[in-house]
């Protein structure tokens, strides 16, 4: 009896940990640029969208900005779009400026958020150990396909994986045409 019920009480901890499934719609996501303009993640809607969580004073998150960088450069033009959101606990809009400046040369926007809003978004909670960066890839119809497990996930920071995902993502159909729900 006492492992039925030890059972049950662990089916209920268990799925508290860990994030949502993918593909999923999007919450809606505000983040705030060093200027103090709130931006909608759904202004970004029609484009592939990879948001970068980061910490500004993290070495894999400045390493990987710049890749990330590199392939907003070559792949903007195609309908994708990188946001960098600083979330580090004192992160304030000089030092997303600052991060944007030294790390990303102004290839894409670096944000920042309360790491609050950043946890709900992904799913996690406050008691969640989390390797940063946190990747999230949106696609053209606002569904999330992918996002890092909470101690990251490698394949959504090799570069050449991501090419990949991001060239095939940006080339399917931002909507579905009546005739193919018909």
């Not at 195609?78 to 004192?90: E, H, L, R, S």
């Not at 960066?133 to 909470?150: C, E």
Request: net charge positive.
């Amino acid at each position: 009896m006492r492992i039925a019920a030890a059972a049950a009480l662990l089916s209920l901890v268990i799925p508290a940990f860990g994030i949502p499934p993918v593909p999923r719609p999007s919450k809606e996501f505000t983040f705030v640029e060093p200027s103090g303009k709130q931006t909608l993640l759904t202004s970004y809607k029609g484009k592939v969208v990879i948001i970068q969580f980061l910490f500004t004073w993290c070495p894999h998150c400045q390493a990987f900005s710049g890749v990330l960088g590199k392939l907003q450069k070559e792949l903007g033009p195609k309908g994708v779009q990188m946001i960098g959101v600083a979330f580090d606990d004192n992160v304030n809009p000089a030092a997303a400026a600052t991060y944007n400046q030294k790390y990303v040369s102004g290839a894409f926007p670096v944000t920042y958020a309360p790491r609050d809003t950043v946890l709900s978004y992904l799913g996690l909670s406050v008691m969640e150990r989390m390797a940063v960066p946190q990747i999230v890839i949106v696609d053209k119809k606002g569904v999330i396909r992918a996002q890092s497990q909470p101690m990251g996930s490698p394949e959504l920071q090799n570069e050449v994986n991501l090419r990949k995902m991001l060239t095939d993502m940006a080339a399917e159909p931002a909507t579905v045409s009546r005739a193919a729900t018909k």
